[in-house]
């Protein structure tokens, strides 16, 4: 029995310094804590049979407090920082006792509740004591039938205690507290700095703002800077050259900018810069002017150039007056100002230009709400030929059915729905109708052919990739043909050569949808560039249908138009047709089709349908 103990107990010791030198022993391989310390509390878990081992390591002269606790179950927290009061509680603790503590026996009644609340209960805490108080051990949740600790045990959590403390003081609680330091230098940076560009980012701009309203100077200026079309360039190029044009425009605005001053990306597409150090309006208005001119050349993205424009808004802040936030949602406001003027452009802020950005915001809220409730409606207007006076098709368009403001007209929201991509959905609401009428129409005008039907679609729905499935699902599932459908685009598609926009009508057309240019020539393009493009019909807008007839240059043109399209075989449609007479002269000069209240206004489908059968005056 003597032997058998006695090899027992040579053989327990001989456990014990292979674990305390194996516990320890991480501590001094890795350069790394984190790993360090787990492996520290895992053998620990393991060797105590607790489920929960806890190390708080105190600072030196500066730095947090720090707790790492493995257990309960899969509960993991690696050097988190701890509050002063709980830290200044511990050292008290761990001044005072020395030895294996039960938690049960400390007299701290928080202290013991910090640590039950937690789930460490049943265990016991050790200070680190060394030639200072380093730290704190807890063991805690003992498995198993023997629940407390034998006195070998207690001595081992001891002898453990004291190897930590040794290897903690000596090379890694200096190394520990280095690497936090740098570990938060780089979490600050994260939380200030803009990582695509490395400029400041939105909180440390407002910050330095804030700072600079605080400076001696009278008056500091901000400068708010949009990338007009940026959301057109992204989804042209994709999101990497996005990133690219980002990042470029990051380096030019800050060539133009002095020492001192900050540039600083908000978001998206948003950038900003303060003016520092008492500069004048005309200062201000120099860095944007300059900023401006910094994109006369197109920006590089991959192979391509792209013509990159900003919309800058600036305000001025007035010490003691405004705040961060004031100043830049002035400047934001102003950059509205500026983008409603026509983009590319700077503006000052005045105070007039808040309540147009209210509204704004109001509006989206509102038009969101719309969508959601589907509070639109699509109203159907002939399109007539002017031969024979029977109604060929039927353009249709759409109307906001305001709750409070009544049937509100495209112009007033399409162009905000354009910007905000809210169009997209709302076209859907749209197709939706459009299709299910032109199947209820049939050949309502009584000829052989199915009635036609025009949709007004915008690029940024062209600029969907959903946009051909969904307009296929809709017109083949209303027992449709594609033939019978057509897309009215605004020549502002044509702007790009080669882009999404035109890939995607040419594909409609591929499968035999066709295509109309509405209010041809007020836009880009150009008789000579129609050629080349994928377009069945063109429509004159209504301007220039007004002067057809008269001796204007309007009348010219509606002839030249007219005559290009018997030439290159390609339909005209008049549109705004209101007086006899124009009708008249328009199928003089040899317009196959036309369109106006003459004939018919807009209307409900179910009106515009028992008008079709009758031809028009
Ligand atoms: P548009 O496609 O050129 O449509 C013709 C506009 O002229 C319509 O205005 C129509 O009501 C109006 N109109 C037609 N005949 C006459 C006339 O004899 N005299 C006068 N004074 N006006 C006439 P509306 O409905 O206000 O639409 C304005 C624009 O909004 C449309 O111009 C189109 O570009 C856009 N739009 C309408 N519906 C939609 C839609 O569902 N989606 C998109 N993206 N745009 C739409
Ligand atoms: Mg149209
Ligand atoms: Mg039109």
Same mark, same amino acid.
């Given at each position: 029995i003597f032997a058998y103990r006695a090899y027992m107990s040579e053989r327990r010791r001989h456990t014990e310094l292979e674990f305390l030198h194996e516990a320890t022993g991480a501590l001094s391989r890795s350069p790394e804590i984190v790993p360090e310390l787990e492996v520290l509390l895992e053998r620990t878990r393991k060797a105590f049979r607790v489920e929960t081992a806890e190390l708080v390591l105190f600072s030196a002269e500066f730095g947090p407090s720090l707790r790492s606790t493995l257990g309960p179950g899969d509960k993991k927290h690696m050097l988190e920082t701890l509050d002063a009061p709980v830290v200044e509680r511990l050292r008290a603790f761990a001044e005072l006792r020395s030895g294996v503590v039960s938690l049960d026996d400390i007299g701290d009644g928080d202290l013991r509740a910090w640590w039950y609340e937690r789930g460490l209960r049943e265990g016991v805490v050790v200070a680190l004591t060394g030639e200072r108080v380093v730290g704190l051990l807890v063991l805690a949740g003992r498995v198993g039938v023997e629940r407390s600790f034998s006195r070998d045990e207690l001595r081992l959590v001891e002898t453990l205690a004291g190897n930590v403390t040794v290897a903690l003081q000596y090379d890694h609680l200096e190394h520990a507290v280095r690497e936090l330091t740098t570990l938060r230098a780089e979490l600050e940076r994260e939380a200030f700095y803009d990582s695509l560009t490395g400029l400041a980012n939105r909180s440390l701009f407002i910050n330095r703002v804030d700072k600079a309203l605080r400076t001696r100077h009278e008056a500091i200026y901000v400068l708010f800077i949009d990338i007009d079309d940026f959301k057109t360039i992204n989804d042209t190029l994709g999101h990497q050259a996005g990133d690219e044009v980002l990042h470029e425009v990051a380096k030019r605005l800050l060539r133009c900018l002095r020492d001192?001053? %900050?540039? =600083?990306?908000?978001?998206?597409?948003?950038? =900003?810069?303060?003016?520092?150090?008492?500069?004048?309006?005309?200062?201000?208005? =120099? &860095?944007?002017?300059? %900023?401006?001119?910094?994109?006369?050349?197109? &920006?590089?993205? #991959?192979?391509? #150039? &792209?013509? @990159?424009?900003?919309? @800058? #808004?600036?305000?001025?802040? @007035?010490?003691g007056k405004n705040t961060a936030d004031d100043l830049l949602r002035n400047a934001d406001v102003a950059m509205y100002g500026a983008k409603g003027r026509g983009k590319n452009q700077l503006r000052m802020f005045e105070p007039g230009m808040q309540r147009a950005i209210e509204q704004r915001h109001r509006l989206k809220r509102e038009l969101e709400r719309a969508i959601a409730r589907r509070e639109f409606s699509v109203q159907y207007q002939p399109i007539i030929d002017l031969q024979s006076g029977s109604s060929v098709a039927v353009e249709a368009l759409v109307r906001w059915d305001h709750p409070e403001r009544g049937s509100v007209p495209p112009g007033e929201f399409i162009p905000f729905a354009e910007e905000t991509g809210l169009i997209v959905a709302i076209g859907e609401i749209v197709l939706e109708d459009a299709c299910r009428q032109a199947s209820l129409l049939g050949n309502g005008n009584g000829s052989s052919e199915p009635l036609g039907m025009h949709v007004n679609v915008s690029t940024i729905e062209l600029l969907d990739p959903g946009f051909l499935l969904r307009l296929d699902t809709l017109v083949l599932g209303n027992g449709l043909s594609p033939s019978q459908m057509t897309i009215e685009i605004t020549e502002h598609v044509l702007m790009f050569d080669e882009n999404q926009a035109l890939e995607t009508l040419e594909e409609a057309r591929a499968r035999g949808y066709k295509v109309a240019i509405d209010d041809f020539g007020t836009g880009y393009s150009s008789l000579a560039y129609l050629r080349s493009l994928p377009i069945d019909t063109i429509k004159i807008p209504k301007a220039f249908t007004d002067g057809v007839g008269g001796s204007t240059k309007d009348d010219m043109f509606a002839r030249a138009v007219i005559d290009f399209g018997s030439k290159l075989d390609v339909t005209v449609v008049a549109e705004g047709v209101e007086r006899a007479e124009q009708a008249a002269i328009l199928r003089s000069l040899g317009c196959e089709l036309a369109q106006g209240f003459f004939f018919a206004r807009p209307a409900a489908a179910s009106h515009t349908r028992d008008s079709l059968l009758v031809p028009a005056a």
């Amino acid at each position: 029995i003597f032997a058998y103990r006695a090899y027992m107990s040579e053989r327990r010791r001989h456990t014990e310094l292979e674990f305390l030198h194996e516990a320890t022993g991480a501590l001094s391989r890795s350069p790394e804590i984190v790993p360090e310390l787990e492996v520290l509390l895992e053998r620990t878990r393991k060797a105590f049979r607790v489920e929960t081992a806890e190390l708080v390591l105190f600072s030196a002269e500066f730095g947090p407090s720090l707790r790492s606790t493995l257990g309960p179950g899969d509960k993991k927290h690696m050097l988190e920082t701890l509050d002063a009061p709980v830290v200044e509680r511990l050292r008290a603790f761990a001044e005072l006792r020395s030895g294996v503590v039960s938690l049960d026996d400390i007299g701290d009644g928080d202290l013991r509740a910090w640590w039950y609340e937690r789930g460490l209960r049943e265990g016991v805490v050790v200070a680190l004591t060394g030639e200072r108080v380093v730290g704190l051990l807890v063991l805690a949740g003992r498995v198993g039938v023997e629940r407390s600790f034998s006195r070998d045990e207690l001595r081992l959590v001891e002898t453990l205690a004291g190897n930590v403390t040794v290897a903690l003081q000596y090379d890694h609680l200096e190394h520990a507290v280095r690497e936090l330091t740098t570990l938060r230098a780089e979490l600050e940076r994260e939380a200030f700095y803009d990582s695509l560009t490395g400029l400041a980012n939105r909180s440390l701009f407002i910050n330095r703002v804030d700072k600079a309203l605080r400076t001696r100077h009278e008056a500091i200026y901000v400068l708010f800077i949009d990338i007009d079309d940026f959301k057109t360039i992204n989804d042209t190029l994709g999101h990497q050259a996005g990133d690219e044009v980002l990042h470029e425009v990051a380096k030019r605005l800050l060539r133009c900018l002095r020492d001192g001053d %900050t540039a =600083a990306r908000l978001g998206g597409d948003e950038f =900003a810069v303060l003016l520092e150090g008492g500069p004048s309006e005309e200062d201000a208005v =120099a &860095v944007a002017e300059r %900023t401006l001119a910094e994109f006369r050349n197109p &920006v590089y993205a #991959g192979e391509e #150039g &792209v013509s @990159i424009q900003l919309s @800058i #808004g600036v305000a001025k802040g @007035i010490r003691g007056k405004n705040t961060a936030d004031d100043l830049l949602r002035n400047a934001d406001v102003a950059m509205y100002g500026a983008k409603g003027r026509g983009k590319n452009q700077l503006r000052m802020f005045e105070p007039g230009m808040q309540r147009a950005i209210e509204q704004r915001h109001r509006l989206k809220r509102e038009l969101e709400r719309a969508i959601a409730r589907r509070e639109f409606s699509v109203q159907y207007q002939p399109i007539i030929d002017l031969q024979s006076g029977s109604s060929v098709a039927v353009e249709a368009l759409v109307r906001w059915d305001h709750p409070e403001r009544g049937s509100v007209p495209p112009g007033e929201f399409i162009p905000f729905a354009e910007e905000t991509g809210l169009i997209v959905a709302i076209g859907e609401i749209v197709l939706e109708d459009a299709c299910r009428q032109a199947s209820l129409l049939g050949n309502g005008n009584g000829s052989s052919e199915p009635l036609g039907m025009h949709v007004n679609v915008s690029t940024i729905e062209l600029l969907d990739p959903g946009f051909l499935l969904r307009l296929d699902t809709l017109v083949l599932g209303n027992g449709l043909s594609p033939s019978q459908m057509t897309i009215e685009i605004t020549e502002h598609v044509l702007m790009f050569d080669e882009n999404q926009a035109l890939e995607t009508l040419e594909e409609a057309r591929a499968r035999g949808y066709k295509v109309a240019i509405d209010d041809f020539g007020t836009g880009y393009s150009s008789l000579a560039y129609l050629r080349s493009l994928p377009i069945d019909t063109i429509k004159i807008p209504k301007a220039f249908t007004d002067g057809v007839g008269g001796s204007t240059k309007d009348d010219m043109f509606a002839r030249a138009v007219i005559d290009f399209g018997s030439k290159l075989d390609v339909t005209v449609v008049a549109e705004g047709v209101e007086r006899a007479e124009q009708a008249a002269i328009l199928r003089s000069l040899g317009c196959e089709l036309a369109q106006g209240f003459f004939f018919a206004r807009p209307a409900a489908a179910s009106h515009t349908r028992d008008s079709l059968l009758v031809p028009a005056a």
